[in-house]
T-cell receptor, first 117, second 113 residues
Framework: AQKVTQAQTEISVVEKEDVTLDCVYE???????LFWYKQPPSGELVFLIR??????QNEISGRYSWNFQKSTSSFNFTITASQVVDSAVYFC??????????????FGKGTRLSVIA | ETGVTQSPTHLIKTRGQQVTLRCSSQ?????VSWYQQALGQGPQFIFQ???????GRGNFPPRFSGLQFPNYSSELNVNALELDDSALYLC????????????FGPGTRLLVL
């Protein structure tokens, strides 16, 4: 069975600090996709990134970066120079296998990030 | 491009009643998935619709049912509401295919008293 673990329930940082959100996943599939979503207080899940299991290159998008390590089954998310607007609940999710017609997302329990001014 | 929309935004029902939630998919998307998010938890997959047919189901009882219409919009119906059905219900649309990114609507907050 697929499983996503986000061990950090809540993190609080001061504005401009860097923060890393951890994500560890379990799957028996050799091919799969990983995602990060942001959920602000309004409730809508906002898509941040998708990464397939073939691509272990790290990715940077502005202040956001992602570190995918297949060897440790981790897909960690770093926010550099955090801002108050980054305050939200962040979810890591897993989907696959790539040869399946049904693509539900399996989510972790989320990490609540509070950035204090 | 129109994003995913859901209605209503909030709903209060009593135990035993029935509820229908609605979702309009993002322009160009033909697949709709529904998730239930209890307070403090991650979203849980209910089911997915593609070409007006159920295309996969999570661990939810049959009193959770759905429809997809020719314009790809969708409904989630829940019969015989229970207190534990109180949650945020999220709809996501995507293109068909494994690993396609799912884009979520703002959700419907359901409270069962």
């Amino acid at each position: 069975a697929q499983k996503v673990t986000q061990a950090q329930t809540e993190i609080s940082v001061v504005e401009k600090e860097d923060v890393t959100l951890d994500c560890v996943y379990e799957t028996r599939d050799t091919t799969y996709y990983l995602f990060w979503y942001k959920q602000p207080p309004s409730g809508e899940l906002v898509f941040l990134i998708r990464r397939n299991s073939f691509d272990e290159q790290n990715e940077i998008s502005g202040r956001y970066s992602w570190n995918f390590q297949k060897s440790t089954s981790s897909f960690n998310f770093t926010i550099t120079a955090s801002q108050v607007v980054d305050s939200a609940v962040y979810f890591c999710a897993l989907s696959g296998p790539l040869n399946s017609g049904n693509t539900p997302l399996v989510f972790g329990k989320g990490t609540r990030l509070s950035v204090i001014a | 491009e129109t994003g995913v929309t859901q209605s209503p935004t909030h709903l209060i029902k009593t135990r035993g009643q029935q509820v229908t939630l609605r979702c309009s998919s993002q322009s160009g998307h033909n697949t709709v998935s529904w998730y239930q998010q209890a307070l403090g938890q991650g979203p849980q997959f209910i089911f997915q619709y593609y070409r007006e047919e159920e295309n996969g189901r999570g661990n939810f009882p049959p009193r959770f049912s759905g429809l997809q219409f020719p314009n790809y919009s969708s409904e989630l119906n829940v019969n015989a509401l229970e207190l534990d059905d109180s949650a945020l219900y999220l709809c996501a649309s995507s293109l068909e295919g494994v690993g396609e990114t799912q884009y979520f609507g703002p959700g419907t907050r359901l409270l069962v008293l």
